[in-house]
């Protein structure tokens, strides 16, 4: 059973950096992409950034040199570094967790099976 247990959310002023953890268990985690995605009320939910279990990456534009996906597969875990952070980032962060195939999971469109709980970030200006 896939479980995903985020962490590291928490308010913090405009300007400054937030690191999220991901701690994933049930599954082979280096097979599976993974990404963060976002919810803000009233809003759709939108992703964030995406990774292959190799290391590529995909990110939204909003957040593009601001932001940096890693996974480290020896722990399991996902990260999302948030660095510059503006009050319009303020929104529940999730992880989620798919097998694939690799070659579509880092496309915008791409829907993603296996969801956590999500993580509130709140950014005050």
């Known amino acids: 059973q896939v479980q995903l247990v985020e962490s590291g959310g928490g308010s913090v002023q405009a300007g400054g950096s937030l690191r999220l953890s991901c701690a994933a268990s049930?599954?082979?985690?280096?097979?599976?992409?993974m990404g963060w995605f976002r919810q803000a009320p009233g809003k759709e939910r939108e992703g964030v950034a995406r990774?292959?279990?190799?290391?590529?990456?995909g990110y939204a534009d909003s957040v593009k040199g601001r932001f940096t996906i890693s996974r480290d597969n020896a722990k399991n875990t996902l990260y999302l570094q948030m660095n510059s952070l503006k009050p319009e980032d303020t929104a529940m962060y999730y992880c989620?967790?798919?097998?694939?195939?690799?070659?579509?999971?880092?496309?915008?469109?791409?829907?993603?099976?296996?969801w956590g709980q999500g993580t509130q970030v709140t950014v005050s200006s």
């Open positions: 990774i292959t279990p190799g290391g590529n990456t």
């Open positions: 049930g599954y082979t985690y280096g097979r599976y992409c």
């Open positions: 989620a967790a798919d097998p694939g195939p690799l070659v579509r999971c880092l496309r915008p469109d791409y829907e993603y099976n296996y």
